[in-house]
Structure formats: structure tokens, C-alpha cells
């Protein structure tokens, strides 16, 4: 079965500054989706960034990046330029590839609460 | 389109009671999703759906019951709720295939306290 494991509960960055959120992985797939997914104080959950495994090539969505190293199974994000509303619980999340049955359930890892400095 | 709804958003019951949490997605997904979110525990799927009139366990199915009589509508019920079952849930719907990237689309949460 596979797990997610982010080993941040908390992180803190300053206003403007750059954040790295870690998220490692198992998996015995070759292919499948990895995620990331904001949560603010609404609760509403908020997909963020999304990569294919069979992508050698890092995902980008405006300010926000990530680092995938299949081999290592790794997939950190990468907030740049943070803002006050970045400020949220950020999830990675596993999927694998497929659409029978679980295949198409999300698995999510425990979160991280990220804080943003004025 | 509204999405992802769910109906209450709140609710307080008493050890013992019963009540069903009402999810609608008006985006002709086959996919439905129930979660529990507690702290520290992310969220953990309770029960699925792959479609119309199906229903499958998820990792924490114990003690709730779904029901898909509509694709549009997910039911989730608790017969007899108890304390270990307050927590925030979310349901979310997913479409078959979308050029193999679709994601879940969430609803905004509901918030159970059982006393």
C-alpha cells in the first residue's frame, strides 16, 4: 500500500521570502500523480500543483514550484515570494494511475500548517 | 455551476443519535468521495462511489453508512453517532478521465460535534 509522509508539521517564513514544504513517498508504481493541496482557514481545499510521475520535468504554477526526485521519492513544493495568504495547512496527496475501483483515490499525508511573517 | 456542495455545515448531536450528511456535485462526475479530517491525521477516506447505484469501503469505513441512489447526490449516514466520530467532512467528486489529469474537487466541509 502506499504512504505519504510529510515530516513538517509547522513551518514559518517570512513575508516575501521562499519556502520548501517536504513530502516523501512510497509507492512499489511506476506511474502516478502526485499533488499538493492548500487548505486556508475556510477549510475549502484547494488544489495547488499537480505532476506526473513519467514527467522528468518539475512542475511550475506562478509562484509556486516543485522539486520531484522519482528516484528518491520526493516531491517538495516550493512557495516563492510568499504571501500573508499562503498562510494555510498544505497537503501532498498520491494518486495512482487508473481509473478501476481505488485506483482513483487520493491518499494524503498528515499536512503541514505553514505561518507567513509580516 | 455551484460544484461541490454539502448540506449541513455544521451540526452538534448526541451520543447515540443518527444523521446523514447530504453531498451534491452538479458536474456529471461518476467519482464520489467521503473524508474525515482530524487533527494530525490529514484526511482519511471513509467511503466511495465509482458510480451510480455502487459503493466501496475506504480506510475508515467503521460506523458510517452511503448510499448513491443519484449520481448527482453522495449520502453519508452515521446510525448510531459517538464521540470518536466528531470531525470535519469533506466530501469530493472526481470525473471518469479528463486527459488523465483530473483531480477531486472538494466541497467546503462539514462540522460534526458529538457529545
Known amino acids: 500500500a502506499q504512504t505519504v509522509t510529510q515530516s513538517q508539521p509547522e513551518m514559518s517564513v517570512q513575508e516575501a521570502e521562499t519556502v520548501t514544504l517536504s513530502c516523501t513517498y512510497d509507492t512499489s508504481e511506476s506511474d502516478y500523480y502526485l499533488f499538493w493541496y492548500k487548505q486556508p482557514p475556510s477549510r475549502q481545499m484547494i488544489l495547488v500543483i499537480r505532476q506526473e510521475a513519467y514527467k522528468q520535468q518539475n512542475a511550475t504554477e506562478n509562484r509556486f514550484s516543485v522539486n520531484f526526485q522519482k528516484a528518491a521519492k520526493s516531491f517538495s513544493l516550493k512557495i516563492s515570494d510568499s504571501q500573508l495568504g499562503d498562510a494555510a495547512m498544505y497537503f501532498c496527496a498520491y494518486r495512482s494511475v487508473g481509473y478501476g475501483g481505488s485506483q482513483g483515490n487520493l491518499i494524503f499525508g498528515k499536512g503541514t500548517k505553514l505561518s507567513v511573517k509580516p | 455551476n455551484a460544484g461541490v456542495t454539502q448540506t449541513p455545515k455544521f451540526r452538534v448531536l448526541k451520543t447515540g443519535q443518527s444523521m446523514t450528511l447530504l453531498c451534491a456535485q452538479d458536474?456529471?462526475?461518476?467519482?464520489m468521495y467521503w473524508y474525515r479530517q482530524d487533527p494530525g491525521m490529514g484526511l482519511r477516506l471513509i467511503h466511495y462511489s465509482v458510480g451510480e447505484g455502487t459503493t466501496a469501503k475506504g480506510e475508515v469505513p467503521d460506523g458510517y453508512n452511503v448510499s448513491r441512489l443519484k449520481k448527482q447526490n453522495f449520502l453519508l449516514g452515521l446510525e448510531s453517532a459517538a464521540p470518536s466520530q466528531t470531525s470535519v467532512y469533506f466530501c469530493a467528486s472526481k470525473p471518469l478521465r479528463a486527459g488523465g489529469r483530473e483531480t477531486q474537487y472538494f466541497g467546503p466541509g462539514t462540522r460534526l460535534l458529538v457529545l
Open positions: 458536474m456529471n462526475h461518476e467519482y
